[in-house]
């Protein structure tokens, strides 16, 4: 007999969560190109994005990448998808600013490489856009803020944006449609373990 009230009382609670959800998702009738932000101190926000790149090739879109700060090119991600079709790929950085240690020099790269993402964003069959590590070049100053929130609302209506890095400025996150804050709780590298292949790069 109790086992039986749980089990109604379960399958009450899951009728109630179902009538919620099916109420939101009809409620969420609008297609348009999403801008999302992916930020925070945690690990996995590079992963995450390449994650929805991956989801969009299975749908067959056309994709481009654009990595600032980083400038190594034998991570797996780009291993892996500069085999696809329909990627487009550019490595727009020299490395971390700890190892360039040069203002201008990092200013200028940044500068090139924007150049390179306004093309992309100017381009209606690129479907899906990540912007991996755009965040440090915003908060160092390198690129004009207000010009690059310009140029993400003035992308062609259904493409999507995907920003990555730690610290998304204020007016970043005001104009994006999804934000995620990945939350550092532990990581190995703290405990002396190196980047590994498959998991790090």
């Not at 990540?130 to 690059?148: H, M, Q, R």
């Amino acid at each position: 007999m109790i086992e039986s009230d749980r089990a109604e009382r379960y399958r009450t609670r899951m009728q109630r969560k179902k009538e919620v959800i099916d109420e939101a998702i009809t409620r969420a009738n609008r297609e348009q190109g999403l801008l999302l932000i992916l930020t925070g101190n945690g690990k996995g926000k590079s992963s995450s994005a390449f994650g929805m790149l991956a989801r969009a090739l299975g749908h067959d879109m056309r994709v481009g990448v654009a990595q600032f700060i980083k400038g190594r090119s034998d991570t797996g991600e780009e291993a892996f998808f500069r085999k696809q079709n329909d990627v487009i790929w550019h490595v727009l950085g020299e490395g971390f600013t700890w190892d360039t240690q040069n203002l201008q020099r990092d200013t200028e790269t940044a500068q090139r490489g924007w150049i390179i993402v306004q093309e992309m964003l100017c381009d209606p069959s690129i479907n899906l856009i990540v912007l991996d590590e755009l965040t440090y070049p915003l908060k160092f100053g390198w690129l004009d803020l207000t010009a690059v929130l310009n140029d993400l609302k003035n992308r062609p209506t259904m493409q999507h944006v995907v920003i990555t890095g730690r610290g998304a400025p204020d007016a970043l996150c005001e104009i994006a449609d999804t934000v995620t804050e990945m939350t550092d709780v532990k990581h190995a590298f703290r405990n002396g373990v190196q980047a590994q292949k498959g998991i790090d790069l």
